[in-house]
């Protein structure tokens, strides 16, 4: 399985940016893909997560109503539209994926075993 994102840059705050997640290497029938971010000295966070086959969605609370997960099963491809950003969206966002996890699990980085390279965001105020 491979995972390249891209997508990310440089924004003024109140502006948006899509990146994407290009999949490869196999079917993800029954996977959970995810968008996670990490900024400087601070833990790798979860920012949305997609069932790929039903499309379900979540979304970390604080983020609701800016940014949101999609995919196109036809180009294997997951996407993060990120609207009103703000100087603290800053950070290398990351996708990954993996299989078997649980609801109550979609949140925590180690339940995915698959992860890309992480695309920089950077948010200027």
């Known amino acids: 399985v491979q995972l390249q994102a891209s997508g990310g840059g440089l924004v003024q705050a109140g502006g948006s940016l899509r990146p994407s997640c290009a999949a490869s290497?196999?079917?993800?029938?029954?996977?959970?893909l995810g968008w996670f971010r990490q900024a400087p000295g601070k833990e790798r966070e979860f920012v949305a997560g997609?069932?790929?086959?039903?499309?379900?969605?979540t979304h970390a609370d604080s983020l609701k109503g800016r940014f949101t997960i999609s995919r196109d099963i036809t180009k294997n491809t997951m996407y993060l539209q990120m609207n009103t950003l703000r100087p603290e969206d800053t950070a290398v966002y990351y996708c990954?994926?993996?299989?078997?996890?649980?609801?109550?699990?979609?949140?925590?980085?180690?339940?995915?075993?698959?992860w890309g390279q992480g695309t920089l965001v950077t948010v200027s105020s």
């Open positions: 997609i069932w790929w086959s039903g499309g379900i969605t």
């Open positions: 290497g196999r079917t993800f029938s029954g996977y959970k």
């Open positions: 990954a994926a993996g299989s078997r996890i649980i609801a109550s699990q979609v949140g925590v980085p180690s339940s995915y075993g698959y």
